[in-house]
């Protein structure tokens, strides 16, 4: 094993409140940290913990492919680790949830000989169960990235929940935009309602970044999205429209197992 190292952590949605001991010490005792925070404040925050932060935002340009962006961020902590420093990416939320730098950081730096690994934080995923009351556990809880949706044919389970990720920039095929505009949105209605009817209550969600930050939940019916304010923080949530059926054949079958396991 070589001597650089890469940990990429999770610093929590909420200012302060959500990073764990075992992130921060990470942070704490890098030779440098590569930041990817929702605001300056938080990313002046983590200044505080090392001498050496250095913030990935100024690589996000309107009308730069993400892609690109990504490969710039993964290529920027990887020249570090190769120089044989104790490296770390902190990443807002959960540096493996709706994240390709992490996740791809963490591959090459292992493909190359290097230790890497990733420490979980809080999501705005986990921030949603709590702040809507949500258990995915109930109903059963579908995940999509909102442009994915729209480019794949998916299978939706309407008794379910559908929770559509990076809803602000749906649709945007050049990977390019900051936002889309109602049009587009226009166009993930009419495959929603394909589904769940028009009036539908869906919910718009943005977890609070900084503590005194009010949570945004606001319950509209699905027709009226787009014209809805949204941006890249925003997460829509889309609650079942009807129950489960049973599945009375596997039902069966199990009642003929249990009868036999009770002879
Ligand atoms: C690239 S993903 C990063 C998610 C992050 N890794 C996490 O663990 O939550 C960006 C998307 O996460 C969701 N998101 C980010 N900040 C949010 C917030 N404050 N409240 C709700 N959802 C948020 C939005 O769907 C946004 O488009």
């Known amino acids: 094993m070589q ?9 929590g949605m909420t200012l302060g409140s959500h990073i764990s001991p075992l992130s921060r010490s990470y942070i704490e005792q890098a030779d440098v940290v590569f930041v990817l925070v929702a605001d300056g404040i938080t990313e002046k925050w983590i200044e505080q913990m090392n001498a050496d932060v250095r913030s990935l935002q100024p690589y996000y340009l ?144 943005e977890a609070a970044t900084l503590p005194i930050q009010p949570i945004r939940i606001d319950l509209m019916p699905l027709v009226i999205l787009p014209d809805a304010v949204m941006d890249l923080k925003t997460t829509l949530i889309i609650p079942p429209t009807n129950k489960a059926e049973l599945n009375t054949v596997l039902l069966a079958e199990l009642e003929g197992l249990n009868a036999k396991k009770n002879m």
């Open 62 to 205: 309107e009308g730069k492919s993400r892609m690109l962006t990504y490969r710039e961020m993964v290529a920027a902590m990887l020249v570090e680790v190769k120089a044989g420093k104790k490296v770390v990416g902190a990443f807002y939320g959960h540096p493996g949830v709706f994240a390709w730098v992490p996740h791809n950081a963490i591959k090459q730096a292992r493909e190359l000989g290097f230790s890497a690994h990733m420490e979980p934080g809080i999501s705005a995923e986990d921030c949603l169960y709590a702040d809507l009351g949500i258990d995915p556990g109930t109903y059963g809880c579908q995940h999509y990235e909102a442009s994915q949706f729209m480019f794949y044919k998916r299978n939706i389970d309407t008794a379910a929940y559908l929770i559509l990720w990076q809803v602000g920039v749906a649709g945007d095929r050049s990977l390019a935009k900051f936002s889309t505009d109602s049009e587009y949105r226009k166009v993930l209605v009419k495959l929603l309602t394909e589904y769940y009817p028009s009036e539908h209550e869906v919910i718009l969600y």
């Open 3 to 11: 001597t650089g190292s890469l940990v990429c952590v999770g610093t």
